[in-house]
């Protein structure tokens, strides 16, 4: 039975890294059954080293606001937390992290933030044509939330490359157990279809463990990233932060999500997969376990350290008293450490390895 059983993993994972698709039921058994680990792992490092070789990209991720005007039940910076103290970075702020990370070798810079309503469409697009006119060769990443199919076009048009929206769970009742009722899982669903047929390169993700989540969801998770070809998939496990409605649920595992990444890795060999904070910060060798186990992207962070503590999502997260160029050696140390290194380049995803991708699916 068990032998039959680990037989029947290794065949829907080899399957996986053939056909880059699996069916909902067998997407459920092989979620379940989290078997055939180093296999797996074994596998995903392969594909990744075979599209990127040794290089780990970095994303200079800057923190720019952390007022948000939705409620998320998971997120520690949504406005019924009174308990956080809200900042804004101004324009000359934004630009001094952007400095110190060219300086530091970062060639993409992730402008992310809550949504709020202060940073209109034109002071975007003025950040937006900063930066782009001090450092036309990098890329700009924007992860702040649902906004007008409008918006979305214009920031593209003045230079955006980018955007970054985890879908959260792709299944709409999932979805209504973490959102409050005024956000729509449709909405934003749309916004991400709509960001696509724009021309960005695109990031979607969810947490791994949040509460309601089933292996049932999950599979719905990887049919969802299978059928919309994102860029980049941006996975982490649910953390509780002691100010929201999910203080008292159990934080994801660090076996769960290294298992996932495995399987993103396979599902689309070219993929953008972040080893997260949110990993980092569950496990002290979180992020090198995760790039070990397919993973191939890190995003070190480049606020100003004053408001760093302040942009927190979840407890406990890792960093928030390092300096930009700490972080940036840390990073590099710890990649060396186990056989990579920090790649100093945009970090664009590799053209033939989707094409070849997309061919075998057809
Ligand atoms: N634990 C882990 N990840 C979280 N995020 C928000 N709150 C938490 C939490 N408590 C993630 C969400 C969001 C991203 C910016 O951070 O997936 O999209
Ligand atoms: Fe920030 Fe190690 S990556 S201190």
Not at 14 to 23: A, C, V
Not at 28 to 45: D, V
Not at 48 to 66: A, D, M
Request: aromatic residues 10%; proline residues 4%; glycine residues 8%.
């Amino acid at each position: 039975m068990q032998n039959y059983r680990r037989d029947a993993v290794r065949k829907l994972i080899d399957k996986l890294s053939e056909k880059h698709r699996l069916s909902r039921e067998e997407w459920s058994l092989l979620i379940e059954s989290q078997g055939e680990r180093e296999y797996l792992f074994r596998r995903a490092r392969e594909l990744s080293r075979q599209y990127y070789g040794n290089k780990v990209f970095t994303r200079g991720l800057i923190e720019f606001t952390n007022y948000c005007k939705n409620n998320c039940y998971y997120c520690g910076i949504r406005r019924d937390n009174k308990e956080a103290v809200r900042y804004r970075l101004t324009l000359e702020e934004i630009m001094d992290c952007c400095s110190q990370g060219y300086e530091l070798g970062f060639r993409t810079f992730v402008l992310q933030g809550g949504e709020d309503g202060f940073y209109t469409d034109d002071k975007i697009v003025e950040i937006i044509q900063e930066i782009k006119d001090r450092y036309p060769d990098c890329a700009l990443t924007l992860s702040m939330g649902e906004r007008e199919n409008d918006s979305y076009l214009r920031f593209y048009k003045t230079g955006a490359d980018r955007y970054l929206l985890r879908h959260e769970t792709a299944d709409s009742r999932h979805y209504a157990k973490l959102h409050p009722p005024e956000l729509s899982f449709k909405h934003r669903m749309d916004c991400l279809w709509n960001l696509k047929e724009i021309g960005y390169q695109v990031g979607c993700g969810f947490m791994v463990g949040s509460p309601g989540q089933t292996k049932e969801t999950l599979a719905e998770d990887m049919l969802f990233i299978t059928e919309l070809q994102p860029d980049m998939v941006g996975i982490g496990p649910f953390i509780p932060h002691h100010s929201t409605p999910f203080a008292e649920e159990i934080q994801g595992s660090l076996e769960q999500t290294l298992y996932l990444l495995g399987l993103l890795r396979l599902l689309k060999p070219n993929l953008l997969l972040p080893a997260t904070t949110a990993l980092g910060t569950i496990d002290p060798k979180g992020r090198e376990k995760g790039i070990l186990a397919g993973a191939n992207v890190v995003m070190p962070n480049l606020s100003p350290v004053g408001v760093r503590k302040k942009y927190e999502l979840y407890d406990n997260k890792i960093c928030t008293g390092d300096e930009a160029a700490e972080c940036r050696q840390c990073l590099g140390r710890r990649m060396e450490a186990i056989g990579y290194e920090l790649a100093v380049d945009r970090g664009d995803p590799v053209n033939c390895p989707r094409e070849a991708v997309n061919r075998k699916i057809e």
